[in-house]
């Protein structure tokens, strides 16, 4: 093909365009709903699936252990998926219940199964069981990464990291929008490993510095992203955090300043790698979102974050009985702008879902919300002594 002088000329715009465009596909070109102006997340904690219908559940009623199974947790999903039709299923880890699972994939084969055949698009990432059979935290994450409909990634290219399943995931703005080709929502997946590999230390994983180091890199540049012509904004795009093990803050809280209930001891790493304060310096976390402790299901506000827990999934998984196993729900929306138009995202929003008879709605709040004038709201600060 001739290429007339004037199309060189673009030559290097085409590039840069392609760049640009490939960049804000990094979620597979997850969008928020044009109609609605939503994007709804449902979060999966602590699934603990093994073998299916052979495998029983723990912590219900003596009567209900004749007919109860991992196909009750099987249930749970579909009834969830289908009342909410969310745009993103997470979740975040002990997906699988290793010790019990006699065929690591067929486990996860099962347990991502409704999310598969409903064909909605899904993340996943590890917690501390899910390499307790014949796969390694490696073999199991690149197993996951090969299934239908997920966008779960094994890493980021050409960076050496920690652990196995860091990623982030862009939803852009509605179809015909100014911001189809922006990152308006901003969701990032973490490692949290699973036990501690210094001798000197007992107990659970943390999130290494490598880890923080990409996720400042790439906070940074979907900001700057963000921040820049087409459509520059002056806020950052507000950032969740999803991974598997609480953070030492999560202790922060008591019943006074918490939303939803503690109902055991908060099981971090025993030292703090500071990815809290990472987070807060970031500037761009609203929310983080954790599993690990099934019976703890809060949500407490910290320096400006929400840290949250989702509560215990599944029925393999240890729980208490006649305390529903639940889910929770994140909503963003997205704000009109002067025009008519769909603008950046104006508030995100947290409800719980029981596997009760009625699939309750429990514990609605707002996580965060853009003040009136672009900027977050102050909380009123306390009058110096
Ligand atoms: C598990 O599922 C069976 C079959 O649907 C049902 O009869 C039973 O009540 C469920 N058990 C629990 C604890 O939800
Ligand atoms: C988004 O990107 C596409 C493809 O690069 C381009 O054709 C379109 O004009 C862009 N839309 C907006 C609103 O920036
Ligand atoms: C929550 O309230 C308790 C006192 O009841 C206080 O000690 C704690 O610092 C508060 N936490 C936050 C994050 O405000």
Not at 39 to 52: L, P
Not at 114 to 134: F, R, T, V
Not at 193 to 213: E, H, L, N, R
Request: glycine share 10%; proline share 5%; hydrophobic share 35%.
């Amino acid at each position: 093909m001739e290429i007339k002088s004037s199309n060189r000329t673009l030559f290097p715009c085409f590039f840069l365009l392609i760049i640009a465009t490939n960049m804000a596909m990094r979620g597979e070109g997850l969008k928020f709903n044009k109609k609605t102006g939503e994007f709804k997340i449902v979060q999966v904690a602590d699934m603990h699936y093994a073998d299916g219908r052979s495998t029983g559940c723990l912590d219900v009623f003596p009567n209900q252990e004749a007919t109860c199974s991992d196909l009750n947790t099987t249930d749970f999903l579909y009834r969830v998926f289908r009342a909410e039709n969310p745009d993103l299923v997470v979740f975040t880890g002990d997906n699988i219940f290793g010790f019990d699972a006699t065929d690591p994939a067929k486990s996860m084969n099962m347990a991502f199964a409704p999310a598969m055949a409903l064909k909605l698009p899904w993340a996943a990432i590890l917690g501390n069981h899910d390499q307790e059979s014949s796969l390694s935290r490696e073999g199991v994450m690149r197993h996951i990464v090969t299934m239908p409909h997920t966008l779960s990634r094994l890493n980021p290219d050409g960076s050496e990291i920690d652990g196995y399943g860091n990623y982030n995931i862009e939803i852009s703005g509605p179809e015909g929008s100014p911001f189809i080709n922006k990152s308006v929502l901003n969701l990032y997946f973490l490692d949290s490993g699973d036990y501690s590999t210094v001798p000197s230390i007992t107990g659970y994983g943390w999130i290494k510095p490598s880890q923080q180091v990409w996720f400042q890199k790439t906070s940074s540049q979907l900001q700057k992203m963000y921040k820049s012509a087409p459509h520059a904004q002056k806020e950052s795009a507000p950032g969740l955090v999803y991974f598997h093990i609480p953070l030492p803050e999560y202790s922060s809280f008591d019943s006074s300043n918490f939303t939803g209930v503690r109902q055991e001891g908060i099981s971090s790493a025993s030292i703090n790698s500071g990815f809290f304060a990472t987070m807060v310096e970031a500037g761009d976390v609203k929310a983080v979102f954790t599993g690990h402790d099934h019976l703890n299901d809060f949500c407490g506000k910290l320096t400006g974050i929400e840290l949250c827990y989702a509560g215990g999934f599944g029925y393999h998984a240890y729980g208490k009985a006649g305390w529903s196993r639940r889910t929770r729900v994140v909503s963003a929306l997205l704000e009109k702008t002067t025009d008519g138009q769909w603008g950046g995202v104006k508030s995100v929003k947290t409800w719980k879902r029981l596997d009760d008879q009625y699939l309750s709605t429990i514990d609605s709040q707002v996580l965060w919300s853009k003040g009136p004038t672009g900027r977050r709201k102050k909380s009123p600060s306390p009058t110096p002594p």
